[in-house]
């Protein structure tokens, strides 16, 4: 069984009042649960929360500070996605939670040291957060209409034999693959509290059997990790990195450390995979353009 199979594909959630009970079921279940949705649904919600000075707490300076008025309402909907996210696995309310950041830009919550981690990924309206309990957790999303020049960038992003490999592609399944692997590197990064500090080309990815992305570095450290992709609202790619700490017994990441920090109070498939790449060419050919109203297609899982 795939990753994307065994952890399911990103969750839908309307707004504040949920539905929470199948996130909550899925984090039981195996650790970790993805959330999806766009900062409109949310919005007014949002705005209108008598506690929102509060739920945005040490982040409230960075939003009223954002020049632009889209962007603190989105900067403001994201945190608020966020803490809700966390509280709902936590059983507990909101704004008793306190996000802090690593150095990389990582959120923590102070005071959950190594009980729970936490991503967010944010592109155009659609937000993302990913929540575990089983080790460090990075998600990146970007929509398939997104340009991005192989030819250009491929030194700054593909090892030596990432590069040749996709050079090797027709020109639709280069561009899909290429964007698929900027995002699970994203991920990968994020979850290990680099970010874009850590240059893409220095993180190797190869393909199973199956179809799936995993660490071209095949140490045990390596294997404690798991990819997923999914293909969300039929225009986002969303991809997953999740460590194992139970299966790592490699070096802990600088998220670990910076959790333990926080506590303290403050210091310091080949078929599956390819139907996916299919249709991501069909969306890099066609531009869907804004997003329509609140009707949601079911979100895609591929093995990735």
């Known amino acids: 069984m795939s990753g994307a199979q065994a952890f399911g594909a ?33 919005l007014t919600a949002a705005l209108l929360d008598p506690e929102l000075r509060g739920l945005l707490g040490r982040d409230r300076p960075r939003y009223r500070h954002n020049p632009a008025a889209a962007g603190r309402l989105a900067f403001a909907v994201s945190r608020v996605v966020m803490k809700h996210t966390a509280a709902a696995v936590l059983g507990t309310a909101p704004a008793a939670l306190d996000i802090a950041y690593l150095p990389g830009g990582q959120p923590v919550l102070r005071g959950f040291g190594g009980e729970l981690w936490l991503s967010l990924a944010h592109t155009e309206e659609l937000i993302v957060v990913a929540v575990s309990r089983g080790g460090p957790v990075g998600v990146d999303a970007e929509a398939v209409t997104r340009r991005v020049s192989f030819e250009a960038l491929q030194g700054q992003v593909c090892t030596p034999q990432e590069a040749e490999l996709l050079a090797a592609l027709p020109e639709d399944r280069r561009a899909a693959r290429f964007l698929r692997l900027w995002t699970l590197k994203e991920a990968y990064t994020k979850a290990l509290g680099q970010g874009m ?9 190869c393909w199973d059997g199956d179809g799936r992305a995993v660490l071209a570095d095949d140490s045990p450290a390596a294997r404690a990790w798991s990819f997923t992709t999914c293909l969300v609202r039929d225009r986002y790619l969303v991809s997953e990195a999740c460590r194992d700490t139970a299966r790592d017994t490699g070096q802990n990441t600088a998220r670990d450390t910076g959790q333990n920090t926080a506590r ?25 353009g804004p997003l329509a109203g609140t009707g949601l297609p079911p979100a895609q899982t591929v093995r990735s």
């Open 10 to 42: 990103p969750l839908h959630v309307a707004g504040p009042e949920g539905p929470w009970d199948e996130v909550c079921d899925r984090f039981e279940s195996v650790g970790r649960a993805v959330v999806h949705t766009t900062w409109g649904e949310w």
């Open 264 to 288: 303290g109070g403050g210091q310091g498939t080949g078929h599956v995979a390819g139907q996916v790449e299919g249709q991501v060419e069909d969306r890099l050919r066609d531009d869907p």
């Open 197 to 205: 500090r850590r240059g893409f080309a220095t993180v190797g990815f």
